[in-house]
């Protein structure tokens, strides 16, 4: 993975764990910044759910030959943010051989145009000399609320507390998962910039992730395809 950087187009890797904001904040950077878009979360929920749909026990078996064969184009299924996807894909994840054979698709997506990567080892392992490295984290209850929410949750449910407690319980158990296994833990790489997101809005993460990614990119010296990331930031 040898990529001349002045002058490329940029590579920008958003880690951090579940329901954190990392997938909103992607987009809309990738959106701002007129850069392809990929959530690598995608790729081992996809493995994830041809497993359940073949009857196969990710706990047990290796999703390896699905991994090898999957497509940019299962990425797109409208099945894939499933609680039992969700436990899948925190399976499928720790299999060594699974995350080896998704490293060339990451790779080779963002090899042409560049692109914004959000998951959990960008910045570590599928990009270590990403240009801009962002670490987006909250505490564990306002990220529940998030994905509660994000599921369709009401504030006014009256079991609301007791939903975004289960929800909450079940995102420390996959933050625990993803974060002591062995293969490409879920950790900030040294060179990241943390930002902790409890207290602001959407907006403000992109205003505050933009500024940065415009001042890495300045230092660097490396090329936005947009029009100019200045405006973007003003
Ligand atoms: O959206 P959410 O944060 O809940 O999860 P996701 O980003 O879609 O990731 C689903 C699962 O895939 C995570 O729990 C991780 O175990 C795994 N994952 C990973 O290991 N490496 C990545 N680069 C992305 C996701």
């Known amino acids: 993975m040898t990529r ?3 002058g490329s187009a940029p590579i920008i890797a958003v880690d951090g764990p579940a329901a954190a904001g990392k997938g909103t904040l992607s987009k809309r950077l990738a959106e701002a910044l007129e850069l392809p878009h990929l959530d690598t979360g995608l790729l081992y929920r996809a ?9 196969l026990d990710p706990a047990s078996t ?10 940019l184009a299962d990425l797109q299924r409208t099945d894939l943010r499933t609680p039992d996807v969700d436990a ?5 994840a720790r299999d060594n051989a699974v995350r080896q054979a998704l490293v060339d698709m990451q790779r080779l997506f963002a ?6 990567l959000d998951g959990r080892d960008i910045g570590t392992v599928i990009f270590p000399d990403a240009d801009v490295k962002l670490f987006i984290t909250a505490s564990p209850y306002a990220r529940a609320v998030r994905r509660y929410i994000q599921n369709g949750g009401s504030d006014d449910a009256p079991d609301r507390d007791q939903l975004v407690r289960t929800v909450e319980v079940a995102l420390i158990a996959r933050d ?9 833990p879920l950790r900030m790489a040294d060179d990241a910039v943390k930002i902790e997101t409890d207290t602001l809005t959407a907006d403000e993460v992109l205003a505050h992730s933009l500024r940065i ?6 230092a660097k010296n490396v090329n936005l395809p947009s029009a100019s990331v200045q405006d973007l930031c003003s």
Do not use: Q, Y
């Not at 625990?176 to 490409?184: G, L, N, V």
């Open 47 to 55: 493995v994830g759910r041809l497993m359940i749909n073949a009857g």
């Open 62 to 71: 290796s999703g390896e030959s699905i991994a090898r064969s999957l497509s």
């Open 111 to 116: 090899r042409e145009n560049g692109a914004v």
């Open 88 to 92: 899948a894909a925190s399976l499928v």
């Open 213 to 218: 990614v415009r001042d890495a990119l300045k």
């Open 176 to 184: 625990h998962a993803d974060s002591t296994r062995a293969s490409a």
């Open 4 to 6: 001349p950087v002045t």
